[in-house]
């Protein structure tokens, strides 16, 4: 059964969600990829204010394609997430509760998820085109020169995710792994 949930997810949500859990998710999220995550933690690191509050926040790692006519926006695919695991701790830190994207996340995030209290959702990687159907507004709130990869806020509905890694440090690729392989060994061994 899918969970239904509303930004902004609070730490208290965030712990609430378990490894494996299918979400669909509304309200406000923001976009970064990895330049804008550069900025974002310099400007931290000099003590300046964010052009996004970073309290319970969601980045969604995208670099969206341009909306056709008639669209908020155009494909919206994930991106692969490690290459944020260098500031997603400093964000995590700050307030940020929430992350979308895919692949596989560093320790030092996952320390920081524990500590704090955030949660690494999934989305489905080459389903871009479908998953732009679920954001229903998107504008440029920093960062135009990036293009693609300009921090956007989304307003999304029902964007379809899985909990990879929760708040606990429970992990959906190894976890997931282990059924698998478990379930296999029951197989051979009837």
């Known amino acids: 059964m899918e969970k239904r949930i509303q930004t902004p997810i609070t730490r208290q949500m965030a712990r609430s969600l378990k490894s494996g859990d299918a979400v669909l998710l509304s309200g406000?999220?923001?976009?970064?990829?990895?330049?804008a995550h550069k900025r974002l933690c310099e400007l931290a690191?000099?003590?300046?204010?964010?052009?996004?509050?970073?309290?319970?926040?969601?980045?969604?790692?995208?670099?969206?394609?341009p909306a056709k006519p008639g669209q908020a926006i155009g494909s919206a695919g994930p991106t692969t997430s490690y290459r944020m695991d260098a500031y997603s701790p400093t964000l995590i830190a700050m307030g940020q509760t929430g992350m979308i994207g895919k692949g596989k996340r560093g320790p030092?995030?996952?320390?920081?998820?524990?500590?704090?209290?955030?949660?690494?959702?999934?989305?489905?990687?080459?389903?871009?085109?479908?998953?732009?159907?679920?954001?229903?507004?998107?504008?440029?709130?920093?960062?135009?020169?990036?293009?693609a990869e300009a921090i956007r806020r989304l307003d999304v509905r029902d964007l379809p995710l899985t909990v990879i890694i929760d708040s606990e440090g429970s992990n959906l690729y190894e976890t997931g792994r282990a059924d698998y392989l478990a379930s296999q060994q029951q197989g051979l061994d009837k």
């Open 28 to 35: 406000v999220i923001y976009t970064a990829r990895d330049a």
């Open 45 to 65: 690191a000099q003590g300046k204010p964010l052009p996004v509050g970073m309290e319970n926040a969601t980045i969604y790692f995208v670099g969206p394609t």
């Open 108 to 147: 030092e995030v996952v320390a920081a998820m524990k500590k704090y209290g955030a949660v690494y959702f999934g989305a489905i990687g080459g389903a871009g085109a479908l998953l732009s159907r679920c954001i229903v507004k998107s504008e440029i709130v920093a960062y135009e020169d990036l293009g």
